[in-house]
Structures are given as C-alpha cells and as structure tokens.
T-cell receptor, first 117, second 116 residues
Framework: DSGVTQTPKHLITATGQRVTLRCSPR?????VYWYQQSLDQGLQFLIQ???????AKGNILERFSAQQFPDLHSELNLSSLELGDSALYFC????????????????FGPGTRLLVL | AQKVTQAQTEISVVEKEDVTLDCVYETRDTTYYLFWYKQPPSGELVFLIRRNSFDEQNEISGRYSWNFQKSTSSFNFTITASQVVDSAVYFC?????????????FGRGTSLIVHP
C-alpha cells in the first residue's frame, strides 16, 4: 500500500459526460501528479500540482482540468468524454520539500479505471 | 527530449530461471534519475528503485539487482530465481528537469510472465 488513495476505482460513463476523479496523497507529500495509462499511448504524464499550484503540464487535453485543494487532495476533471478517454488514470504523490523536487520518487495510487461507452 | 526504450515487449520464463529486463535511455542532461516500477495484474504501480546519474554502483535487493551503465545509457533489471509472483509489467522511467520539475518519462513496459 503506497499511502496514496484514489476514488472511485471504476467508473463507467457515456460519451459527452463529465467525471471527477479524486486523489489523496501520502501524508506529508506536497506534490500530486496525474497520469493516463492506455494501451496505445502507454503511461502519459498529464499534470502536476505542488502545494495547491500548478507546477508542470504534460499531454493534458483542454477538456481535462485539475486542481489541488488546501488539504492537498486533488481532483482531475474530465469533460466532453470521448471513447478514446477510456483508460486507467493514476495519481501519484511525492514529498517535494525542495523547490524542484528533483528526481523524487513518486508513489502511485491504485488508479481509477474509466470506461467511456 | 528524453526517451526510454524497453525493447522487450514480453518475456516468458519458467520459475527459477534468471531474467534480465533491458532499459535504454536517451538524455542530454548530466543530472537525471532512473526508476523501475512494477505493475502486477491488480494494476497498481509499485516503486522498486531510484538511481541518480552520478551513482553508477550496481544495487542488489534480495532477488532483484540493477545494472546502471552510463557508457551504454542502460539501466537493466535482473530477477534471480524468478517466481510466479514476479509476473507483472515492469516499467523503466527517466526523469530530468522540465520547467523545474523532474517529471518521469516511462518506457512502454516489459510484460514478464513466469510459468510454474
């Protein structure tokens, strides 16, 4: 158990809908990262938040957004869902006490499996 | 740009065999970090090891060992006396600074199947 929690574990929805995925980092970790894992794209970094602020952005679609709240939990919002958004979404956290979080180990949650029908 | 290549898509072995998973990376940075993660059938990603670019010492942890060679840009992972519980997808990852935040790029993974 990494200490990172994600809810829900599974989500089935229809195209065009909007969903919210939730992540609670390990106790004491300030950074939260979101990843998408699909069969064709592999594990892709979406976005990072550090202590409530966006720190880095990867291959995140404009239809997707995220935020980190004062209690450090994070939510990933996926809107106007398409079939191709079906994937496993991971949240990870790291301590990031230093400014860059250089090379810190990221600990992953169990993931949310999203199926868009 | 960084790149991680795990050329072995799938490896199948019989229990107690030794197996090496290859990882080759590309980076222009002198400071970078390498990781291995395990993804068992249950789906979660489990951290195995982290190595920085200045530490080329090999590491052994039980049946697991890692060989880091900067000269060949490789960070290979060996499982000795494999067990059925080792069956999983293994990911190698490379992290370097991206706007001040070291975001890892993951390889496509190697699926290891250990048969009893």
């Amino acid at each position: 158990d990494s200490g990172v929690t994600q809810t829900p574990k599974h989500l089935i929805t229809a195209t065009g809908q909007r969903v919210t995925l939730r992540c609670s980092p390990r106790s004491g970790d300030l950074s939260v990262y979101w990843y998408q894992q699909s069969l064709d794209q592999g594990l892709q970094f979406l976005i990072q938040y550090y202590n409530g602020e966006e720190r880095a952005k990867g291959n995140i679609l404009e239809r997707f957004s995220a935020q980190q709240f004062p209690d450090l939990h994070s939510e990933l919002n996926l809107s106007s869902l398409e079939l191709g958004d079906s994937a496993l979404y991971f949240c990870a956290s790291s301590m990031s006490r230093s400014s860059g979080g250089a090379g810190e180990t990221q600990y992953f949650g169990p993931g949310t499996r999203l199926l868009v029908l | 740009a960084q790149k991680v290549t795990q050329a072995q898509t799938e490896i199948s072995v019989v229990e107690k065999e030794d197996v090496t998973l290859d990882c080759v990376y590309e980076t222009r940075d002198t400071t970078y970090y390498l990781f291995w993660y395990k993804q068992p059938p249950s789906g979660e990603l489990v951290f195995l090891i982290r190595r920085n670019s200045f530490d080329e010492q090999n590491e052994i942890s039980g049946r697991y060992s890692w060989n880091f060679q900067k000269s060949t840009s490789s960070f290979n992972f060996t499982i000795t006396a494999s067990q059925v519980v080792d069956s999983a997808v293994y990911f190698c990852a490379l992290s370097e600074a991206l706007g001040g935040s070291y975001i890892p790029t993951f390889g496509r993974g190697t699926s290891l199947i250990v048969h009893p």
